[in-house]
């Protein structure tokens, strides 16, 4: 397996922009997950998806924000319009349980990562 | 109030040295625990999990964690620390059963001197 995939790898931007990036969870995974990672706030969950369908989305900083599952490949995360403060990079990462016993927790499977700069 | 606390920002060993990375936390239900390193432009690898059990769990590239309950804590060691170890390490805690969450700790960057 190719493993969690994310494009792009570096984004720079000017502020006001709008950036999409993109996820493609590995295959037969039910969670995703998209984090944010800075070094005053250290790694942030934003939002979950189980099955496609947004589970949580409380760590999502403002309506510039939002993220969406078409499919269970692929997700998307979107600012818009983006600001220099979000500036980070962002992770995304998925997890399966199909076919698991109960008592197992199956780990999170992270991606590369896309390095964000908004001028 | 859940968390976890990594209390070496940073830490610095000679090649050959052991290795101990903190990690404690505070969390209300069963906690299931993990550690992730992160080399420099990468994303995060898991190097040990733990569920239930053996207190003690092996993980790879020779590392290994103890869970203690009594200190809340979930101890990260190496006993021979290679130069292609430096790189930051995050320790993690997940709920056992509903929300998928992990809380994270801030990291612990680990130099490794030749």
């Known amino acids: 397996d190719a493993g969690v995939i994310q494009s792009p790898r570096h984004e720079v931007t000017e502020m006001g922009q709008e950036v999409t990036l993109r996820c493609k969870p590995i295959s037969g995974h039910d969670y995703l997950f998209w984090y944010r990672q800075t070094m005053m706030r250290g790694l942030e969950l934003l939002i979950y998806f189980n099955n496609n369908v947004p589970i949580d989305d409380s760590g999502m900083p403002e309506d510039r924000f939002s993220a969406k599952m078409p499919n269970a490949s692929f997700s998307t995360l979107k600012i818009q319009p983006s600001e220099p403060r979000d500036s980070a990079v962002y992770f995304c990462?998925?997890?399966?349980?199909?076919?698991?016993?109960?008592?197992?927790?199956?780990?999170?499977?992270f991606g590369p990562g896309t390095r964000l700069t908004v001028l | 109030a859940q968390s976890v606390t990594q209390p070496d920002i940073h830490i610095t060993v000679s090649e050959g040295a052991s290795l101990e990375l903190r990690c404690n936390y505070s969390?209300?239900?069963?906690?299931?625990l993990f550690w992730y390193v992160q080399s420099p432009g990468q994303g995060l690898q898991l190097l040990l999990k733990y569920f239930s059990g053996d207190t003690l769990v092996q993980g790879i590239k020779g590392f290994e964690a103890e869970f203690k309950r009594s200190q809340s804590s979930f101890n990260l060691r190496k006993p021979s620390v290679h130069w292609s170890d430096a790189a930051e390490y995050f320790c993690a805690v997940g709920a056992a059963t509903g929300t998928y969450k992990y809380i994270f700790g801030t990291g612990t960057r680990l130099k490794v001197l030749a």
């Open positions: 969390y209300g239900a069963t906690p299931y």
């Open positions: 990462a998925s997890r399966g349980t199909s076919g698991r016993p109960a008592y197992s927790y199956n780990e999170q499977f």
